[in-house]
């Protein structure tokens, strides 16, 4: 969602933005602006890329205090005017926001009262213009920025800056995320490290109600009761941040490829000496539980329903497995002890951040599994458990979903002190290099096959159902057909009256116990006239299968066979001509309910 970045101080400024708001594209956007300040506020900004602001930007900018923007529409069409930042009516004040201010439209009312006047359809002119209300009042900008964090409803990571304060970048935040980055002689600000690394290893985080300002020297940050914070210094490094497309033409493509050699990290980060590596409290909880809740939203809920099934399964918790913002609002807690597993690639989400409020005030405890050390989500959960794949810029998310199965299975494997699972990795990680290896070619015959038509159904059962829905998911995203995943015991309840004369069902048999089941349902559909691609392991095969693999552990197919669907939905989207990393109307961090 919206990027933020901001510097005050730095040798290039112009440079730092351009270059700063490029790393944040794969958020998603629609819009990008700079501000800064030169005597005035002078605003440049339009609808387009980060790349199309660099063409508009004046090439020379002088101004010490800079803040700059990517927008993805949520209130207001993508357009210039509703693009960041934005200006104050009496032109004081810009700001740069990401998140959703609920009673905007109360605040514009009451602003319009005091006689304002407001030129986009957004509810960051309202924040900027009740900034410039209170600030108008005491010429203080503190007491402006405490004012209207008192008044607003929502969330908000903010950027600001004043025309009276020329070496001063004002901040606030609340729900979405905002660091600051501390340099020697300038510091700087954006939605994540990545803009920042190249300057910078060390970072402040800003928590909820937090506000304050930078300097080139200064940091303060202030809490809602408007003291002074010492905040804590994190360390991350240039290298779990970077962007390198490391020769790959896409981001997805170098993703689906590290998947290998994520899980072997993943194995040597929790399993060390013969001893798996989980935080002794951590298994304590989870066997002490009663019930664990599984938490996640897109690509991450579908890792939760693996890991519940995997807990049901094999360590005999009885487990719920929900979509995050569906539970928010009806949240449930079953059994005496309930423990809550959180899922989330980016440790931002913010229908997730709503989920572990309420988790909090009720006083239960949390895991979450996450890409992102440090992350919203992070500081607010009891533990948290990485899953060390590496950063993922392209949109669809891939690498994290086979790292989130992987950690799970070895968190199930370690609540029984049962060590099957180390080896039936081992044995995933083959597969892996063997679908890169042997197995692209036909992965792209299929898509070719595939890539014209409107609707397509995956099929499975239990662990490869699961394995359907990302798969499904994944085809959506960046290939944009209608696509729909199907247990295989539900097709003739409803959905196998839209199999028609060439329908394309992707099938995954990898699982022993459904295998058959699998079988019938084949011929159920190749009866009505569907095209069948069969994704099958070595001794479950047919020879009319389309894709073969070795033997694994059933529970594993998120694991080893996911990167076909993986490579699927990356070669039909590339055949269709689409910008695969950045699919059209989605962001890699949702930040917003
Ligand atoms: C799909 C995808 C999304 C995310 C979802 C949750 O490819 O990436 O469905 O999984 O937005 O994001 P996180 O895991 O960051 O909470």
């Known amino acids: 969602m919206c990027g933020i970045v ?7 400024p112009r440079e730092y933005v351009i270059e700063g708001l490029k790393n944040l594209e794969y958020r998603g956007y629609d819009s990008a602006g700079v501000g800064f300040l030169n005597k005035k506020i002078k605003i440049y ?5 980060p790349s199309h602001l660099d063409e508009i930007l004046p090439k020379n900018i002088t101004s010490d205090v800079i803040i700059s923007h990517t927008r993805w529409a949520t209130h207001g069409v993508p357009s210039k005017k509703n693009s960041h930042p934005h200006l104050s009516m009496n032109k004081k004040i810009s700001l740069v926001h990401n998140g959703l201010i609920d009673n905007y439209i109360d605040l514009r009312n009451f602003l319009i009262s005091k006689g304002y006047t407001f030129y986009s359809q957004t509810d960051t002119e309202v924040i900027g213009n009740l900034l410039e209300y209170y600030y108008l009042q005491n010429n203080d900008m503190l007491v402006a ?21 020329p070496d001063t970048l004002f901040m606030m935040r609340k729900t979405s995320p905002l660091l600051v980055g501390k340099g020697k002689g300038f510091n700087l600000i954006a939605s994540d490290a990545s803009p920042m690394v190249k300057y910078t290893n060390e970072f402040i985080e800003l928590d909820d109600y937090e506000y304050g300002y930078i300097t080139k020297y200064d940091i303060k940050v202030f809490n809602r009761n408007n003291e002074l914070v010492d905040k804590a210094v994190t360390i991350k490094d ?4 970077s962007h390198d497309l490391n020769g790959y033409p896409h981001y997805m493509l170098k993703e689906i490829e590290e998947i290998d050699t994520v899980i072997k990290k993943l194995v040597t980060a929790y399993y060390q000496d013969n001893e798996y590596q989980f935080n002794k409290d951590l298994l304590n909880d989870l066997k002490e539980s009663d019930h664990i809740i599984f938490l996640g939203c897109g690509t991450s809920y579908h890792a939760s329903l693996v890991g519940g099934r995997l807990f049901e399964n094999f360590n005999n918790i009885s487990t719920t497995k929900y979509i995050a913002s569906e539970w928010a609002f009806h949240p449930t807690f079953p059994g005496v002890r309930p423990f809550v597993v959180l899922i989330s690639q980016s440790g931002e989400t913010a229908d997730l951040i709503h989920c572990q409020k309420i988790i909090k005030k009720k006083g239960f405890r949390t895991l979450l599994i996450t890409n992102t050390p440090g992350s919203t989500l992070s500081r607010g959960a009891t533990y948290t458990l990485l899953i060390h794949a590496g950063v993922e810029v392209s949109v669809a998310s891939t690498k994290a979903y ?15 002190n049962d060590k099957k699972v180390l ?4 044995d995933t990680i083959r597969v892996i290099e063997y679908i890169k290896n042997e197995l692209k070619d036909k992965i792209k015959g299929i ?8 609707n397509i159904f ?5 662990f490869d159902y699961f394995l359907s829905m990302e798969a499904s998911l994944k085809l959506k995203e960046v290939s944009y057909i209608h696509s729909e995943a199907i247990p295989g015991g539900e097709l003739k309840h409803g959905p196998i009256a839209l199999v028609n004369e060439g329908l394309p069902v992707i099938v995954f048999i990898t699982d022993p116990t459904t295998a058959n089941s699998m079988r019938s349902n084949i011929e159920e559909v190749k009866s009505r006239g569907a095209k069948v691609y069969t994704i099958s392991t070595k001794d479950l095969s047919k020879d009319e299968d389309s894709l073969v693999v070795d033997n694994y552990a059933y529970y594993l197919s998120g694991v080893a066979v996911s990167s076909i669907a993986f490579y699927l939905a990356y070669y039909v989207s590339l055949a269709k001509g689409y910008n695969v990393d950045k699919p059209r109307n989605l962001a890699k961090s949702v930040t917003v309910e």
């Not at 901001?6 to 290039?12: E, F, Q």
């Not at 900004?45 to 890329?49: A, N, R, W, Y």
């Not at 908000?156 to 009276?164: L, M, R, S």
């Not at 898509?447 to 409107?454: L, S, Y």
């Open 423 to 426: 080896n039936d990795l081992k």
């Open 402 to 416: 086979a790292a989130q199965v992987a950690l799970l299975s070895l968190l199930s494997g370690a609540i029984n």
């Open 45 to 49: 900004k339009d609808v387009g890329s």
């Open 145 to 165: 920025l405490d004012k209207t964090k008192a008044n607003i409803k929502g969330s908000y990571a903010c950027a600001i800056i004043n025309e009276d304060y």
């Open 238 to 241: 240039l290298e779990s941040y």
């Open 447 to 454: 898509a070719e096959e595939i890539k014209d038509h409107e």
């Open 458 to 462: 995956y099929l499975g059962r239990s």
């Open 6 to 12: 901001g510097a005050i101080g730095v040798n290039n």
